[in-house]
């Protein structure tokens, strides 16, 4: 009687350690898959970050370029000014000498009404 109950419990243990066999395989398995599945969404994380500053640096890049656009017709009528300055300032003016003192007087009369104003 011991005899058949220590054979169905060794069976009985024969059964359970190859469920449990089974179990650890399949947790190995799903350990493995995870493991796998974590490495690509930590690929795809990346690739999502790349893709993300490569669309800055071209929008950095497209809003640099429409500025240098946009100011292009500043800077030329800037260089245009300053070649007509230069022009101008080699140009010799002829003026009278009556004109001369008029100039000088009323720029005298005008700083001694400044100065009477700003002592007031």
């Known amino acids: 009687e011991l005899e058949v109950e220590r054979g169905q419990l060794q069976v009985r243990i024969d059964e359970l350690e190859q469920a449990n ?3 650890k395989e399949e947790y190995d398995k799903l350990q493995q898959l995870h493991r796998s599945q974590w490495e690509k969404l930590r690929k ?8 993300i500053q490569s669309m800055i640096d071209i929008k950095v890049q497209a809003a640099a370029d429409l500025n240098y656009l946009n100011e292009k017709p500043k ?3 800037q260089k245009n000014l300053e070649k007509d300055l230069a022009v101008v300032s080699t140009v ?3 003026m009278d000498i009556d004109t001369s003192r008029q ?3 009323l720029s005298a009369e005008a700083a001694g009404h ?3 104003k ?3």
């Open 21 to 23: 066999s089974q179990v």
């Open 44 to 51: 795809k994380e990346l690739e999502g970050s790349d893709l």
């Open 75 to 77: 800077r030329v009528k």
């Open 92 to 94: 010799p003016i002829a």
């Open 103 to 105: 100039v000088r007087k």
């Open 114 to 116: 400044q100065e009477a």
């Open 118 to 120: 700003n002592f007031k």
